[in-house]
């Protein structure tokens, strides 16, 4: 069952009030970003933070698990949806796999801070929900 791009997902724990987006618009804000912790060296390996684009993470995320579930790295092709929840100021960037011959689906979702709601309103890359 491919992920439902006309109608959206129901995800459990997030709002029920949501819309999609294209995953071109995250790509197109390098600015919106989050924290992650990354591991560098090889003999010592030493754990950093660094600041990263929201859709970069949950890229990142979703390969990392599909990979863990036995998906060939480098190898895998997947379906991206992205849902706003204008109420909660949140995001969630969901993905669908075939591995092994099952779907497997890893959900990413971020809370947006206020300020990145209001940088976002700013150029017009985000609506609150209007309520007729």
Sequence with gaps: MP???VNGE??????????????????ELPGLTT???????KKFKR????SVPVWQAAENYAKITFCNSGAPAGQLGYDILVQ??????QV???????????????????ELSQE?????????QWEDIVVN
């Design 10 to 27: 129901c995800i459990d724990g997030l709002d029920i009030i949501y819309r999609i987006v294209p995953i071109s618009k995250y790509q």
């Design 35 to 41: 924290v992650v912790e990354v591991t560098e060296g």
């Design 92 to 110: 969630a960037f969901i993905f669908c796999a075939e591995i092994f011959g099952h779907e497997q689906f890893v959900v990413a979702p971020f």
């Design 84 to 89: 706003e929840y204008p109420r909660t100021h």
């Design 116 to 124: 990145q709601v209001t940088e976002m309103k700013a150029i017009a």
């Design 47 to 50: 754990k950093k933070f660094e």
């Design 3 to 5: 992920l439902d791009h």
